[in-house]
């Protein structure tokens, strides 16, 4: 087997994102097919996708092994050294291998890159699994604010790491 790169999204790949976060939805959330759908089409739809692409605060990064995407991992640089990984979706039949785990670690390296200091990540409080997995990396529950989706009012559990740097200790 051919071992797993991590890499910058391409506009080629977003279809592919797409895919990958509603099979993830699906698999992971008690989120009705509604809500599904208004996150697809707000966040994970071939044109948000393309504008994040641009932006240089944004980073959207994929996993791929044999030229097929196996998950994903976005986030933002907000202001200063504040920082926000913003979803991280696996295809769930590659869950268990490692691939959330190699995302997840180089979005953290590529926004310490970029001076990021405070990072958080963000996971719809449905998603309990997503919570367990950021205290895993010295994440700890921080906060919980209500995120807007077309007409729809979901509750996001924020998580805040509390690794610093040398020169904070």
Do not use: C
Request: aromatic share 8%.
């Amino acid at each position: 087997m051919d071992s797993m790169n991590v890499r910058q999204a391409t506009e080629g790949d977003t279809d592919r994102i797409t895919e990958i976060a509603e099979e993830s939805f699906r698999a992971s959330y008690a989120l009705s097919p509604l809500d599904i759908e208004a996150i697809i089409d707000i966040e994970f739809a071939s044109e948000p996708l393309h504008s994040k692409l641009e932006k240089d605060e944004q980073l959207l990064l994929v996993a791929e092994r044999d030229d097929n995407i196996l998950g994903f991992v976005q986030g933002r640089v907000m202001n200063g050294d504040a920082g926000e990984i913003t979803w991280l979706h696996v295809s769930p039949t590659e869950r268990g291998e490692g691939v959330g785990t190699a995302l997840f670690e180089r979005i953290l390296a590529d926004l310490r890159e970029r001076g990021v200091e405070d990072i958080h990540a963000v996971v719809l409080a449905e998603n309990q699994e997503g919570g367990e997995f950021f205290e895993q990396f010295a994440f700890e529950s921080h906060d919980q604010k209500d995120r807007q989706f077309d007409e729809r009012t979901l509750n996001v559990e924020v998580y805040r790491s509390h690794q610093r740097s040398d020169a904070e200790q």
